[in-house]
């Protein structure tokens, strides 16, 4: 067999292989790419293709992502959020993401405008262009510690976004994240020097709080100095309520990204600003 057929046959089988070890299932109305090589699976959109036939779209109005599925005898670990897996999904309005996510691809949210709550959890490492763009519903966003960038127009036209909380690992936000996110008023940074970003990452300049000791950097820094600079206690801005709280129409989050239905001892993240449960 000469080289060139020995390319072509090479060739033939790993596109062989590459069927074999990506399948795709529906279980419980969410749809899988499944990775049988790495037991790993990708919630994805339901149109077999989605450009030329977006429909059908997810319409449930809260969906629950499961942290593993089970298929043909297999188990797979929810890893990621495949690219435009809920796009225009206008009826979803609450989605808990697990702890085993690590990827979510670019514009996999993007046009949920009915989306009012989504936790990112602790195990969300990298978030690609677009991811929540359009998500004219949402009102407060917790980056992970562990994300390093916030990639190009992951937030733009976000127009009820009110709160955002920035991780210590961010080091780079590109332009436009933030664009058109007229109703931003709180940014909380845990980043103990400023974060490189450029002139168009932000369209209004609120609240910025950040952390004990940083708030001379912060105010000479290019485009940071625009906001009101807070420098929080070490406990990073905490108000002190008393226990219990019996009601909060806003979501509630842990430090680390996760979704609470109420107040628990500690620290809660209530409409994007720090509060102690004693």
Known sequence: MNRFNTRILITALSLIVSVVAKAQ????GIRYILN??????TVTH???????NPNPKYTAASINIPSEVKHENKTYKVTAIGSFAFYECFDVKTIKLPNTITFIDKNAFESCTGL?????????KKIEYGAFSYCQSLTSIIIPEGVTTIADQTFIYCESLTSVVLPSTITYITPQSFLHCDKLKSVITKSPTPIAMYNNTFEVYGELHVPAGTKDAY?????WKKFTIIEDSETTGIDNIPSPITQHPTPIFT???QSLSAPRKGVNIINGK???IK
């Open 46 to 52: 339901l149109g077999e293709n989605h450009f030329s």
């Open 274 to 276: 720090k509060v102690v």
């Open 255 to 257: 430090l680390s990204g």
């Open 36 to 41: 049988s090589k790495t037991l790993e699976a």
């Open 219 to 223: 105010s000479k820094a290019p485009i």
């Open 116 to 124: 009012t709550s989504i936790n990112i959890p602790s195990s969300v």
């Open 25 to 28: 299932t529906t279980i419980d």
